[in-house]
């Protein structure tokens, strides 16, 4: 285990409107509002066609290939997530989402572009007097945050 701490900053409340991409708005506000770090909580609806990543295709095989599900319908959604800045210093969100329709439920990260559908409310809160960051991790190819 690794760990920093850090205080607690700004708290924003952001809409997001139909058709958005959540992970591009949010990154643009955080670069546009110098948040470097924070975490998120969203609730609203997700469009059809929005993609998730859904783990990978074989547990631990390398390469690590990710899968991804398309939602073939409008969802209700709710997610959390974090926020860091990469090693060139952009704002990078990392969400995972549960998103229902009917009496079935897909759960995956937002990372390949969820679509709004209408609204997307998110609460974002400023993490500051961090220096965690996400950098590039060779073996795995993600970018793990390091506190």
Do not use: Q
Not at 6 to 35: P, Q, S, T, W
Not at 57 to 85: C, S, W
Not at 103 to 127: A, F, P, Q, S, Y
Request: with cysteine.
């Amino acid at each position: 285990m690794k760990y920093s701490e850090a205080k607690y900053g700004r708290v924003f409340v952001i809409r997001l409107e139909d058709g958005d991409i959540l992970h591009e708005c949010i990154e643009k506000f955080a670069k546009d509002n110098n948040v470097e770090a924070g975490f998120l909580i969203a609730v609203g609806g997700a469009d059809k066609g929005s993609k998730l990543v859904v783990g990978p295709e074989k547990g631990r095989a390398k390469p690590i290939n990710p899968m991804e599900y398309i939602l073939d319908e409008v969802h209700e959604i709710t997610g959390t997530g974090t926020l860091f800045l990469d090693e060139k210093g952009k704002p990078k969100l990392h969400m995972h989402i549960a998103g229902g329709r009917k009496d079935t439920t897909k759960t995956g990260c937002v990372r390949r572009g969820l679509k709004v559908w209408h609204i997307l409310e998110v609460v974002l809160v400023e993490l500051t007097d961090t220096k965690a960051k996400r950098i590039l991790d060779k073996k795995t190819g993600f970018e793990l945050l390091e506190p």
